[in-house]
């Protein structure tokens, strides 16, 4: 029986498996109750599979036991979740950043509210 993949290659889309469905999990639009998980998993898995060829290669080796293995799958989830975290606070913060440095040099509203 001929094998399509090896275990390093499984292992590799594995991670990059885990970080993208971390954070597809709570990306805005995809996240969103209304969007059936299976969805999402299998959103996660094509862009796992499409990524696959440009990170595979960036992994590194299988570790030697599975304490080790599932640190490296835990932190990859647990990265995957700090970036879908982090992003849209960021945003929000440089959105209010050049809001207040607006109205401190004395710009106007553009939003027309007033």
């Given at each position: 029986?001929e094998a399509y993949a090896s275990a390093p ?93 607006d109205r401190t040099e004395g710009a106007e ?6």
């Amino acid at each position: 029986m001929e094998a399509y993949a090896s275990a390093p290659q499984i292992y590799a889309a594995g991670l990059i498996f885990a970080r993208l469905g971390a954070m597809l999990m709570l990306m805005p639009g995809v996240g969103d109750g209304s969007v059936p998980a299976r969805i999402r998993l299998a959103f996660a898995f094509l862009f796992a599979l499409m990524l696959f060829p440009v990170l595979g290669g960036e992994v590194g080796a299988v570790p030697a036991s599975n304490g080790a293995m599932f640190a490296q799958i835990f932190r990859e989830i647990l990265i995957g979740l700090f970036l879908t975290v982090t992003t849209p606070v960021t945003l929000i913060l440089l959105a209010r950043a050049a809001l207040f440095r607006d109205r401190t040099e004395g710009a106007e509203d553009t939003s027309g509210k007033g």
